[in-house]
């Protein structure tokens, strides 16, 4: 049903809301009531001065009548819908059942936005158990100091004839272990939980690198325009407290201020707005690789896109996340990803449509691309680098008869049954 026919809907529902008899209405507005009878049964288009007066009669603004939810929360419901075993006639309703219901629709789709977070949080609490040293080694501390602090425990409990200098010595050793244990279960409430833990957000050189480029929108235009060098930057930069991250930023940041060298961000902004954004056109217009291409369009930070960076081991170096593409920490990603297909054949460039597996509506256009770095050396194997860009696909896409490839983030938070590049079994054998 089309938007504006559901005025008459909406009339009747704001009548019920605001406790009026049908006659009531109709009486305070000047009209018969089987008039309005045929009003709110969309049977009569309404407008001017009668849809005011009946706007005003219900102490609602006459856009509410007219235009109904907003969009957003329509295609909360929508989204909320995907998955489920509803008919495609059903599922269109969803605009109907907002303008019936709006409490009840913003309690579904506020529902619906909370499992999405929840479904994050759960992926990244568990690629972190599963594959972060540091935490590993901060449960380790927790579990052995918990044994030592039992183990004295026990030996004070079960002998009774302890010599006083002995037993004294046993209650310090005590006393020493759980203040450990009390500064160790801090630290690892830290990694769980940086909100109310008191150890530091940032377990690892890669987090450090990653917050640092979130604090800056993964944008550096003083240092593109020379106002800034990278040792200034670095420096100044709070979240770098290790020599490691430092040096990886380091990195990161020299090879951005060359690529900005090659390609201006304004000059890049223009093509944009031109409509060029095909990465192998954009490479073709500025003369530089498809690479270096799809690391400055993830320096736009109007563009919106992701970027994910693997050495030839399949290791991420780099991570720019995009909303509903997950990519994992630490550990090892989805070997379906197009990003793994580009390192089998350098130079090519691979473009696939994918959608992330539990996510109906997060559906991407992914360009990947490999290619040697540094040198050729005789005999030596060339270093393979793999570049991917992660753009939300359009609106349409859900709609169109190919269907778009399933991937998940990493098999561990993988809802996907029966795939034949799993490497270990999923915490989520269910699926969300």
């Not at 009531?33 to 009569?44: F, G, K, Q």
């Not at 050793?173 to 940032?202: H, M, P, Y």
């Not at 593409?325 to 070997?335: E, W």
């Not at 997060?362 to 060339?382: E, I």
Request: hydrophobic share 45%; net charge neutral.
């Amino acid at each position: 049903m089309a938007r504006e026919a559901l005025t008459g809907t909406r009339i009747r529902e704001r009548r019920v809301m605001a406790g009026y008899k049908q006659s009531d209405l109709a009486r305070q507005i000047g009209i018969s009531a089987s008039y309005l009878n045929l009003i709110e049964h969309n049977r009569r288009r309404i407008g001017g001065k009668l849809l005011l007066d009946i706007a005003q009669a219900l102490a609602v603004e006459a856009s509410a009548l007219t235009e109904g939810a907003e969009a957003a929360l329509i295609a909360a419901l929508r989204d909320a819908g995907e998955g489920t075993p509803m008919t495609e006639a059903e599922a269109m309703r969803a605009e109907e059942f907002a303008g019936r219901f709006p409490g009840w629709a913003e309690a579904l789709a506020a529902a619906h936005r909370k499992i999405a977070g929840l479904e994050r949080t759960v992926e990244s609490l568990s690629d972190r158990l599963a594959h972060d040293p540091a935490l590993a080694a901060s449960v380790h501390e927790v579990l052995s100091t918990a044994a030592s602090i039992r183990s004295t425990a026990s030996i004070l409990a079960g002998d009774k004839d302890i010599a006083p200098e002995w037993r004294d010595r046993f209650h310090a050793n005590i006393d020493a272990d759980s203040r450990r244990l009390a500064e160790s279960s801090k630290t690892l409430v830290g990694f769980l939980d940086a909100e109310t833990g008191e150890a530091a957000s940032t377990s690892s050189p890669q987090e450090e690198v990653e917050a640092f480029l979130l604090a800056h929108d993964y944008s550096f235009e003083a240092l593109e325009k020379g106002r800034t060098d990278v040792p200034t930057l670095i420096a100044a930069a709070p979240e770098l407290s290790s020599h490691a991250s430092r040096h990886i930023a380091a990195g990161i940041l020299t090879r951005l201020k060359a690529d900005s060298t090659r390609v201006a961000m304004s000059d890049l902004r223009a093509a944009l707005a031109a409509n060029i954004t095909d990465p192998i056109d954009l490479s073709e217009k500025f003369g530089v690789s498809i690479a270096r291409i799809m690391r400055r369009l993830a320096s736009v930070p109007e563009y919106g896109c992701g970027l994910v960076v693997s050495d030839r081991s399949g290791s991420l170096l780099f991570r720019k996340g995009i909303e509903g593409f997950t990519i994992p920490r630490f550990g090892a990603a989805c070997p379906l990803w197009p990003l793994f297909q580009g390192l089998s054949q350098p130079g090519q460039v691979v473009h696939q449509r994918v959608r992330m597996a539990g996510r109906a509506d997060a559906v991407f256009d992914c360009y990947a691309t490999a290619q040697p770095m540094g040198r050729v050396v005789l005999n030596v194997p060339p270093l393979i680098e793999a570049t991917m860009l992660i753009v939300r696909a359009p609106n349409a896409a859900r709609n169109e008869g190919t269907p778009a490839t399933e991937i998940g983030a990493a098999c561990r938070i993988c809802p996907v049954a029966g795939c034949a590049a799993r490497r270990e079994p999923s915490i989520l054998s269910d699926g969300f």
